[in-house]
């Protein structure tokens, strides 16, 4: 497992981890290594390829393994660049502000646009910060928003959080959970579920709904993700 840096909120007398440092420190992505060994590779075969490359030359071929190495946090970071300036465009559309959707954020912002259409959705709160001093972790929350869902007769009060990965990872349920109840303690109003946008699909929309059942399951996994950093790190939390 690698360590991703950390990131610290100051509450109070305190300092607490974010909620994605706890869950990037305490969840292996199994998925990371086979995934960065593929974009190793190909960034290699198209440079062979395209010919820009002397399989005789020692100088050339060490400049093939230098990018090779450097292509997938290359990848990772360009995707980072995309996700927020996807929701800066979310965010902007919301308050009524100008909108940058720029071609390579086009087509998930589109889908976004669809889902926020056809459902009944009050946003409240915009990236919205939220802690848990009992159990020491703080966040920022895309949105706080009431939703009339279409079984229901009432509106719920969710928290929503925008993706922008192909598909639905645990870890984002986790993270969800540890916002829903982040801003129960924070606002002291209860959090009846959460939704996770997918929007990094190449054909749909990707949503998970997570009920209150649900939430209080994953909330549990993740103070022990909480109590697993504080040990795992020597953090006292006290600034």
Not at 153 to 171: C, G, N
């Amino acid at each position: 497992m690698s360590f991703e840096s950390p990131r610290y909120y100051p509450i109070g007398d305190y300092e607490y981890p974010s909620v994605t440092t706890v869950i990037d420190n305490c969840v292996p992505k199994f998925w990371l290594a086979p995934w960065s060994r593929k974009m190793t590779a190909l960034c290699m075969k198209d440079m062979v390829m395209e010919g820009k490359v002397n399989l005789l030359d020692d100088k050339c071929i060490d400049e093939i393994v230098k990018k090779a190495k450097a292509y997938p946090d290359k990848i990772k970071d360009e995707a980072a660049d995309r996700g927020t300036r996807l929701h800066e465009a979310i965010h902007a559309y919301v308050k009524g502000d100008t909108i940058d959707a720029a071609d390579d954020i086009a087509e998930p912002f589109k889908r976004f646009l669809e889902w926020y259409e056809i459902n009944k959705i009050k946003v409240l709160f915009i990236e919205e910060e939220v802690w848990h001093d009992p159990i020491g972790y703080a966040g920022t929350v895309d949105w706080i928003n009431k939703i009339r869902l279409p079984y229901g007769k009432k509106d719920k009060l969710y928290v929503t959080d925008f993706k922008i990965s192909p598909r639905i990872y645990y870890e984002h349920e986790v993270q969800v959970a540890a916002y829903a109840y982040g801003a129960e303690y924070t606002f002291g109003e209860k959090i009846d579920g959460a939704m996770i946008i997918g929007l990094g699909h190449k054909d749909r929309l990707k949503y998970k709904e997570l009920n209150r059942k649900q939430l209080k399951e994953l909330f549990y996994q993740f103070k022990l993700m909480v109590r697993l950093y504080y040990a795992r790190f020597n953090w006292g939390g006290k600034r």
